[in-house]
């Protein structure tokens, strides 16, 4: 069986225009390896108000190319804590198991 992959991908105001992304837009793509975590990660994303175009897809859906001014981050599920991770439950991740339904 192939493993299915999840991602979390959004545009973060506050980190955009300085730094790596100095003139340009400042991306979060977060790798969740179930539907649940990427389900908790989409919700907490859309409460944070720094977030903007919060999606999501079966692959990082920002590319930086070199000539590019904006900048990507990709960060796994199993980094995260914090906010990210205020409605994760691991029981419930075992217990819903794969969902087919888009949140």
């Known amino acids: 069986m192939v ?3 999840y991602y979390v991908n959004m545009t973060d105001k506050f980190m955009s225009g300085w730094g790596k992304a100095r003139n340009g837009k400042s991306h979060l793509s977060i790798h969740c390896d179930t539907w649940y975590q990427a389900k908790c990660i989409f919700d907490a994303a859309k409460k944070c108000k720094e977030m903007k175009y919060v999606m999501h897809s ?11 001014r904006d900048h990507t981050s990709v960060w796994a599920f199993s980094q995260l804590g914090g906010h990210w991770l205020a409605n994760y439950s691991p029981e419930l991740d075992i217990e819903l198991g794969e ?3 888009i949140f």
């Open 58 to 68: 079966e692959k990082p859906r920002y590319r930086t190319y070199p000539k590019q």
């Open 99 to 101: 969902q087919n339904e």
């Open 3 to 5: 493993e299915k992959s």
